[in-house]
C-alpha cells in the first residue's frame, strides 16, 4: 500500500481530488492533507509519503520549492504537479525537479487515476525518457522560434543553454537550410526530410559544439555552434555536405536542392538573423545555380534594398491597368534586361525584387476587386525561387500575370455591364414615356458625360440608339399585331410627333411605317 498525500491552497480542491481518487482498485492510503506548502512538509516530516499531489501555486512554499525539499527528505517520493497554467516552462522546470506528472485544473478524473496507476508502475527510466522528450521539444520551441524571427535570448549564454536544453559555447553561431524543390508533390518529402537531417547531423556531430535540426515542409533547417578556430575546417565540412546531400537526395530522390548558409556570427542573439540569412542564400539558386553549397559570405549577402527605379514602376503600373499581355510582357523582359546584371552581382537581391513586382501588381488588380489569397501568392513565389534560371522565372511570372490580368479584365468588364444592364432593363420598362438620357444616367448612379462615354465605349452605340430600337421594334411588333392608327402605334412606343417617329422609322427599318405594315400583314 503507498501512502499519498494531497496538497492545495484550496480545500475545495482537496476534497475534490480526494473524491476522484479511485480507492477502490488503486493500492493507495491517504496520509495527510494540506493548505499550503509549509504544512505539506511538517506532514512529510512526519508520515514519509510515496505520492505527493501539490498545487503549483501555493502560499508559504509554492509547488516547485515544496518538491525541492521533499526530495531531499525522499529522494524516491513520486509527484503529481497539478496546475492551471498550461506553460511549457511549468512543465519543464517541475519534471527537472522530479515530477511524474504534469496536470491541467480543471482536474480530469480518467487522467488523475491514470497517472496514479503510472506511478504504481514507474521506473526511473520512463521519467528519464519523459525528461528527455521535454527537453528535445524545448529545444525544437527555440528552434522554431529562431525561424521564425520571434526568438529572445537572455543576457548569459549559460542561461540560454539552461533554459532551452542546449550545449553551446562562446564562438561562432550559424544556421544552415536545405530546400528540397517538391516538383512533383508525390515525392516522398517526408523520406527525403530525414534522409537530410541524418546527414547534417552524421557530417557535423564531433565538429560544433552543439546543433538543431528543423523541419518546415520542404526546408530542413539546422542551428550550429563552433569554436572560432574551427571556421575553416567547418567550411570544408559544409561543403562536403553538399556533395553527400547530392548523392544521396538529388539522386535517389529525384529532388534538386540547395543548401543555404548563412554569415558565421559572434553572438547567439543573431541565431534569427543567421536561420534569415540561409533561407535567403536558398532563394538565390536560380541566379546561383542549384545542387550545391550557397555561402552568405560568397555572394556578398547584405540588406536588400529597391532596385525598381519610378520609371520602372510607373512603367509597370501602366502596363497593368491597359489590359494588355503582351505590353505587359514586353514591359517585365525590359525590366529584367535592364535590372539582369544587377541581380548577377547581387543575386540576393531577387526576393526584395521578386516581393515588390508582385506587391504593385496586387495593388492594381485590387482596384478591380481582384485578390490574390496568400496561399496562391506563396504557390507562384515558391515556383520563382525554384526556376532553373533567370529566363524561367520570366517565363513563370509573365504567364501568371497575364492570367490575373484575364481575370483583371473580365471583372472590370463586368463591372462597367453591370450598370450598362440596369439602363437598358430600365429603357426596356419606360421606352413609350418620354425619359430622358439623364433619368437613365440617375438610375445608374453615374454623370451623364461619365455614363455617355462608358456606353458608347462598352456597346458600339450611343444610349439614344438604344432607345430608339427598342421604341421601333416595339411599333414593328404593333403594326403586324393590331389594327391600331399609325398615330396611336407611334404614341404606345414613346412617340408624340408623327414626323419624327416616320423619320426614325425609316432610318431604322428602311421603309415607312405604313409601308412595313403592308409587306407583314
Same mark, same amino acid.
Given at each position: 500500500?503507498?501512502?499519498?498525500?494531497?496538497?492545495?491552497?484550496?480545500?475545495?480542491?482537496?476534497?475534490?481530488?480526494?473524491?476522484?481518487?479511485?480507492?477502490?482498485?488503486?493500492?493507495?492510503?491517504?496520509?495527510?492533507?494540506?493548505?499550503?506548502?509549509?504544512?505539506?512538509?511538517?506532514?512529510?516530516?512526519?508520515?514519509?509519503?510515496?505520492?505527493?499531489?501539490?498545487?503549483?501555486?501555493?502560499?508559504?512554499?509554492?509547488?516547485?520549492?515544496?518538491?525541492?525539499?521533499?526530495?531531499?527528505?525522499?529522494?524516491?517520493?513520486?509527484?503529481?504537479?497539478?496546475?492551471?497554467?498550461?506553460?511549457?516552462?511549468?512543465?519543464?522546470?517541475?519534471?527537472?525537479?522530479?515530477?511524474?506528472?504534469?496536470?491541467?485544473?480543471?482536474?480530469?478524473?480518467?487522467?488523475?487515476?491514470?497517472?496514479?496507476?503510472?506511478?504504481?508502475?514507474?521506473?526511473?527510466?520512463?521519467?528519464?525518457?519523459?525528461?528527455?522528450?521535454?527537453?528535445?521539444?524545448?529545444?525544437?520551441?527555440?528552434?522554431?522560434?529562431?525561424?521564425?524571427?520571434? &526568438?529572445?535570448?537572455?543576457? @548569459? +549564454?549559460?542561461?540560454?543553454? =539552461?533554459?532551452?536544453?542546449?550545449?553551446?559555447?562562446?564562438? #561562432? *553561431? $550559424?544556421?544552415?537550410?536545405?530546400?528540397?524543390?517538391?516538383?512533383?508533390?508525390?515525392?516522398?518529402?517526408?523520406?527525403?526530410?530525414?534522409?537530410?537531417?541524418?546527414?547534417?547531423?552524421?557530417?557535423?556531430?564531433?565538429?560544433?559544439?552543439?546543433?538543431?535540426?528543423?523541419?518546415?515542409?520542404?526546408?530542413?533547417?539546422?542551428?550550429?555552434?563552433?569554436?572560432?578556430?574551427?571556421?575553416?575546417?567547418?567550411?570544408?565540412?559544409?561543403?562536403?555536405?553538399?556533395?553527400?546531400?547530392?548523392?544521396?537526395?538529388?539522386?535517389?530522390?529525384?529532388?534538386?536542392?540547395?543548401?543555404?548558409?548563412?554569415?558565421?556570427?559572434?553572438?547567439?542573439?543573431?541565431?534569427? &538573423?543567421?536561420?534569415?540569412? @540561409? +533561407?535567403?542564400?536558398?532563394? =538565390?539558386?536560380?541566379?546561383?545555380?542549384?545542387?550545391?553549397? #550557397? *555561402? $552568405?559570405?560568397?555572394?556578398?549577402?547584405?540588406?536588400?534594398?529597391?532596385?525598381?527605379?519610378?520609371?520602372?514602376?510607373?512603367?509597370?503600373?501602366?502596363?497593368?491597368?491597359?489590359?494588355?499581355?503582351?505590353?505587359?510582357?514586353?514591359?517585365?523582359?525590359?525590366?529584367?534586361?535592364?535590372?539582369?546584371?544587377?541581380?548577377?552581382?547581387?543575386?540576393?537581391?531577387?526576393?526584395?525584387?521578386?516581393?515588390?513586382?508582385?506587391?504593385?501588381?496586387?495593388?492594381?488588380?485590387?482596384?478591380?476587386?481582384?485578390?490574390?489569397?496568400?496561399?496562391?501568392?506563396?504557390?507562384?513565389?515558391?515556383?520563382?525561387?525554384?526556376?532553373?534560371?533567370?529566363?524561367?522565372?520570366?517565363?513563370?511570372?509573365?504567364?501568371?500575370?497575364?492570367?490575373?490580368?484575364?481575370?483583371?479584365?473580365?471583372?472590370?468588364?463586368?463591372?462597367?455591364?453591370?450598370?450598362?444592364?440596369?439602363?437598358?432593363?430600365?429603357?426596356?420598362?419606360?421606352?413609350?414615356?418620354?425619359?430622358?438620357?439623364?433619368?437613365?444616367?440617375?438610375?445608374?448612379?453615374?454623370?451623364?458625360?461619365?455614363?455617355?462615354?462608358?456606353?458608347?465605349?462598352?456597346?458600339?452605340?450611343?444610349?439614344?440608339?438604344?432607345?430608339?430600337?427598342?421604341?421601333?421594334?416595339?411599333?414593328?411588333?404593333?403594326?403586324?399585331?393590331?389594327?391600331?392608327?399609325?398615330?396611336?402605334?407611334?404614341?404606345?412606343?414613346?412617340?408624340?410627333?408623327?414626323?419624327?417617329?416616320?423619320?426614325?422609322?425609316?432610318?431604322?427599318?428602311?421603309?415607312?411605317?405604313?409601308?412595313?405594315?403592308?409587306?407583314?400583314?
Amino acid at each position: 500500500m503507498k501512502k499519498i498525500l494531497i496538497t492545495d491552497d484550496e480545500p475545495r480542491i482537496v476534497r475534490l481530488i480526494k473524491g476522484m481518487i479511485d480507492w477502490d482498485s488503486l493500492p493507495l492510503e491517504l496520509v495527510g492533507e494540506a493548505n499550503d506548502g509549509v504544512e505539506a512538509l511538517r506532514i512529510m516530516e512526519r508520515v514519509q509519503p510515496d505520492i505527493l499531489i501539490a498545487d503549483i501555486q501555493m502560499p508559504g512554499l509554492d509547488g516547485l520549492q515544496l518538491i525541492s525539499k521533499a526530495m531531499i527528505l525522499n529522494p524516491n517520493l513520486a509527484v503529481i504537479i497539478i496546475s492551471g497554467y498550461k506553460e511549457f516552462d511549468y512543465a519543464y522546470a517541475a519534471l527537472k525537479s522530479g515530477v511524474y506528472d504534469y496536470l491541467i485544473k480543471p482536474i480530469n478524473q480518467v487522467e488523475l487515476n491514470n497517472s496514479l496507476r503510472r506511478i504504481l508502475n514507474l521506473q526511473q527510466a520512463d521519467r528519464n525518457t519523459l525528461l528527455a522528450e521535454l527537453q528535445q521539444n524545448r529545444r525544437q520551441q527555440m528552434m522554431g522560434n529562431c525561424i521564425h524571427g520571434i &526568438a529572445e535570448f537572455p543576457d @548569459s +549564454l549559460d542561461r540560454f543553454n =539552461t533554459e532551452n536544453s542546449f550545449h553551446f559555447q562562446e564562438g #561562432i *553561431f $550559424a544556421a544552415l537550410t536545405v530546400s528540397l524543390c517538391p516538383c512533383d508533390k508525390s515525392l516522398p518529402l517526408d523520406a527525403a526530410n530525414q534522409k537530410v537531417q541524418d546527414s547534417i547531423i552524421s557530417t557535423l556531430n564531433g565538429q560544433c559544439s552543439d546543433l538543431e535540426c528543423y523541419v518546415v515542409q520542404s526546408d530542413c533547417w539546422c542551428i550550429f555552434n563552433f569554436l572560432p578556430e574551427r571556421s575553416h575546417t567547418i567550411y570544408g565540412v559544409l561543403k562536403e555536405l553538399g556533395n553527400i546531400l547530392h548523392s544521396k537526395i538529388t539522386e535517389e530522390f529525384a529532388l534538386p536542392l540547395v543548401v543555404g548558409v548563412s554569415k558565421f556570427h559572434t553572438q547567439l542573439a543573431m541565431l534569427s &538573423a543567421c536561420c534569415a540569412e @540561409s +533561407l535567403l542564400c536558398c532563394k =538565390t539558386s536560380c541566379i546561383v545555380g542549384r545542387n550545391q553549397v #550557397i *555561402f $552568405a559570405d560568397e555572394i556578398g549577402l547584405d540588406t536588400p534594398y529597391s532596385i525598381l527605379t519610378n520609371q520602372h514602376v510607373n512603367a509597370f503600373r501602366s502596363a497593368i491597368v491597359h489590359f494588355d499581355s503582351a505590353v505587359l510582357s514586353q514591359t517585365i523582359a525590359e525590366l529584367f534586361a535592364t535590372l539582369q546584371p544587377v541581380l548577377t552581382r547581387q543575386p540576393w537581391q531577387i526576393e526584395h525584387f521578386l516581393k515588390e513586382l508582385v506587391d504593385i501588381f496586387q495593388q492594381e488588380i485590387l482596384k478591380g476587386n481582384i485578390k490574390i489569397s496568400p496561399d496562391e501568392e506563396a504557390s507562384i513565389v515558391e515556383q520563382l525561387y525554384w526556376a532553373k534560371d533567370l529566363q524561367e522565372v520570366f517565363i513563370l511570372l509573365t504567364d501568371w500575370f497575364a492570367q490575373k490580368i484575364q481575370s483583371y479584365h473580365d471583372t472590370i468588364t463586368d463591372h462597367y455591364r453591370e450598370p450598362i444592364r440596369i439602363a437598358r432593363k430600365y429603357i426596356e420598362a419606360h421606352f413609350a414615356e418620354q425619359i430622358s438620357l439623364e433619368d437613365i444616367c440617375t438610375k445608374v448612379g453615374f454623370s451623364y458625360h461619365y455614363f455617355s462615354a462608358l456606353y458608347k465605349q462598352e456597346t458600339g452605340e450611343n444610349i439614344s440608339d438604344y432607345i430608339t430600337k427598342v421604341r421601333i421594334q416595339h411599333a414593328k411588333m404593333l403594326l403586324t399585331t393590331t389594327k391600331d392608327s399609325i398615330q396611336k402605334i407611334a404614341n404606345q412606343s414613346g412617340y408624340v410627333d408623327m414626323k419624327h417617329f416616320n423619320k426614325s422609322f425609316r432610318k431604322q427599318v428602311g421603309i415607312r411605317p405604313t409601308e412595313y405594315r403592308m409587306l407583314h400583314t
